[in-house]
């Protein structure tokens, strides 16, 4: 197979490859909200806002958007802007985020979790918005069901609309996009539900944050749609702590400010006025390690740090969990170009529904080169890959985040996922791997085979390929223990119901809430970044309505 394989990697490198370049930052792409938008250097040491948001990520930035229609509005993000750092505007974004070295300030920020899985933070102004793969659909029925949240549901379909108008793009199918949504179905997912922004049982062709010309288009466009003068946003902002007073209610402090350092290292305290609020939506990670470093969660672990306690909740910084990704990547036996996902399939029904999904990407590769055979400068080799992977959604295992630093909020906390600790899960996802190898034995999947090459015909696997017995449950348990990774949509850390009421406020304090991927239980629907967009126009427009209704 090594033979064969060096065959096709030289017939490879001798046809001529076309050249991959990342776009260009477009004109089309609105960058009006920059004139609300400073390094955290240039602003005063002490200042006072209606309503202060950490974090200006996926669900900060039209929440800080709706805010700013009738009040001021802090953002303060620890990233810098989309402008510094423009290679995120391309489609091919999320692979080249992940390839580049973590210096600090980079757009993803790296971590390990204690089981050892390589995960990655968003650090630039609309947060993971910016370094995912643009995946664009909405959540479950389920997933509102079992929030706790008393849904407005008129207007949380008006909250999708105001961000799918803006922001949210069909077009048309790749070729390996192509490829799946026919094996989906020739395996059995089905129904065949067209485009769709539903979360529907079947396989879809759903929206995505990249336009047909390639372009990025993340949440922080949905600053646009707000009051700028009301505006200002603040990058390389480091919040390191919530300032709580006393209130009226003796029973309850209540948040009144942040103490965040700038680039330069200088401590900066801003206010809110009267009826103001301090709004977390530093995500899954984030928003947690800042409760913690403030003194609101489980007693013993904060008076091990020696941090004051303002409010004791042993449920801060637990029940986050992960989706657990496992899956395969299948060498193309001709030249692919880039997608990012387009189609999906959903497997199951409420509460135990699984999804398939995949991506192409271009892997550059490296092998020993023959005597004598190539001059002495080559190009790099190019492989064309197409991947398939498998998502649990709504994972029955979850873990905890503990702080590793009681001063340092650059420190990432501690955290496990606690992958397959439930048996549940792991039989779930033997059943998404077998549902990936039916899928390999369809006409669609045919055309990524090699023919008529010696010792390589079939599949050829970059990476683990799926147990050949797989009517053996442990071979296939093994083969997802053992390739287990992210998908990136962590969640949990501040649930509903047992950190935050079910306005998204911080119980036992006042002025106070959460608002982002932190809050739930399961992530929603095949991706959550659409309704993390939802929820902050959403909560946006419920503050709006009390302060309305409080003159």
Not at 137 to 143: E, G, P, V
Not at 148 to 168: F, N, P
Not at 254 to 281: M, N, P, Q, W
Not at 537 to 549: C, D, S, T, V
């Amino acid at each position: 197979m090594a033979a064969a394989l060096l065959l096709f990697l030289l017939s490879y490198i001798l046809h001529p490859q076309l050249e991959v370049l990342a776009l260009a930052t477009s004109s089309d792409l609105d960058f009006s909200y920059m004139k609300s938008v400073h390094n955290a250097t240039d602003l005063p040491l002490e200042d006072v806002y209606d309503y202060i948001i950490v974090g200006g990520g996926t669900a900060g930035c039209p929440l800080a958007a709706t805010l700013s229609e009738k009040y001021s509005v802090l953002v303060l993000e620890r990233g810098s802007t989309p402008a510094a750092y423009p290679q995120v505007l391309a489609s091919n974004s999320m692979l080249n985020n992940l390839l580049q070295e973590d210096n600090g300030k980079t757009p993803a920020q790296r971590f390990v979790s204690e089981e050892g899985v390589k995960v990655v933070r968003g650090r630039i102004l609309g947060g993971t918005s910016m370094i995912n793969g643009g995946f664009f659909s909405r959540a479950d029925d389920q997933f509102y069901n079992e929030s706790g949240v008393d849904w407005d549901k008129d207007m949380v379909e008006k909250a999708y609309q105001w961000v799918e108008d803006t922001i949210v793009f069909s077009y048309n199918l790749s070729t390996f996009q192509s490829i799946l949504r026919k094996g989906l179905l020739q395996a059995g997912v089905g129904p065949d539900n067209g485009f769709t922004l539903q979360h529907l049982v079947g396989t879809k062709t759903s929206g995505s944050t990249f336009d047909d010309q390639g372009r990025r288009h993340g949440a922080v466009q949905l600053l646009n749609k707000g009051v700028l003068k009301n505006l200002r946003v603040a990058v390389e902002a480091y919040v390191e702590k919530i300032i709580f007073s006393s209130s009226n209610n003796a029973s309850r402090l209540s948040a009144t400010g942040v103490i965040y350092k700038d680039s330069k290292g200088r401590t900066h305290r801003a206010f809110v006025k009267d009826k103001g609020e301090v709004i977390l939506s530093a995500g899954a990670i984030g928003s947690p390690q800042l409760l913690l470093l403030s003194g609101v969660g489980p007693v013993p672990h904060l008076s091990s740090l020696h941090i004051p306690v303002v409010y004791s909740n042993p449920d801060v910084g637990n029940f986050i969990a992960d989706n657990p990704r496992n899956g395969i990547n299948i060498v193309a036996p001709y030249a692919l170009d880039g997608s990012n996902p387009q189609v999906v399939g959903v497997v199951g029904g409420a509460g135990d529904f699984n999804v398939i999904e995949g991506f192409s990407y271009i892997s550059p590769f490296s092998f020993p080169q023959p005597f004598g055979m190539f001059p002495n400068s080559t190009s790099p080799l190019q492989l064309s890959v197409a991947a398939i992977v498998h998502k649990i959604s709504g994972p029955q295992s979850t873990g905890s985040l503990r702080l590793l630093s009681s001063a340092e909020v650059k420190v990432s906390p501690a955290v496990r996922f606690n992958y397959f600790s439930e048996p549940v899960d792991l039989a779930r996802c033997v059943r998404g791997m077998r549902k990936i190898g039916d899928m390999l034995k369809t006409d669609s999947f045919e055309e990524l085979k090699f023919e008529k090459l010696e010792g390589a015909e079939g599949f050829t696997f970059l990476g683990p390929s799926l147990p050949k017995n797989q009517s053996d449950d442990a071979s296939i348990e093994t083969f997802c223990r053992s390739t287990v990774t992210t998908f990136w949509h962590y969640h949990g850390g501040c649930l509903l119901g047992k950190v935050l009421d079910g306005d998204y406020r911080v119980k036992g304090t006042n002025s106070l809430r959460v608002v982002d991927g932190s809050t739930f239980k399961a992530s929603p629907g095949t991706n959550p970044q659409a309704t993390l967009m939802m929820i902050g126009r959403y909560i946006g427009l419920k503050i709006l309505q009390e302060r309305r209704a409080a003159k």
